[in-house]
């Protein structure tokens, strides 16, 4: 399974921004979807993350209320829907992708988009 984000930007306190993913190869084998990030001088953290399986999703507190993911998955692609972004929401922004082959469970990181928040 390969991703690529996009939608990064520069965009100011209380702006909305959508990040997109788009995955390629064995989609059909994908367990779960999700987004993290790593802010400069920190650990990439979990921001999202939806199984397809079972329809759940989940938030990290921090962006409950705010962001909200989705997935289309006859186009192959995930989103991030942010809202309301806070100057603490600046840093790279990462696809990742669970998945199964042969019995084996596997990962695949996107290679990351930039968003900055301004206040």
């Known amino acids: 399974v390969q991703l690529v984000e996009s939608g990064g930007g520069l965009v100011q306190a209380g702006d909305s921004l959508r990040l997109s993913c788009a995955a390629s190869g064995s989609t059909t084998s994908i367990n779960a979807m999700g987004w993290y990030r790593q802010a400069p001088g920190s650990q990439r953290v979990l921001v999202a993350i939806t199984r397809p399986n079972t329809g759940s999703q989940t938030y990290a507190d921090s962006v409950k209320g705010r962001f909200t993911i989705s997935r289309d998955n006859a186009k192959n692609m995930m989103y991030l829907q942010m809202n309301s972004l806070k100057p603490d929401d600046t840093a790279v922004y990462y696809c990742?992708?669970?998945?199964?082959?042969?019995?084996?469970?596997?990962?695949?990181w996107g290679q990351g988009t930039q968003v900055t928040v301004s206040s």
């Open positions: 990742y992708a669970a998945w199964t082959s042969s019995g084996s469970l596997f990962g695949s």
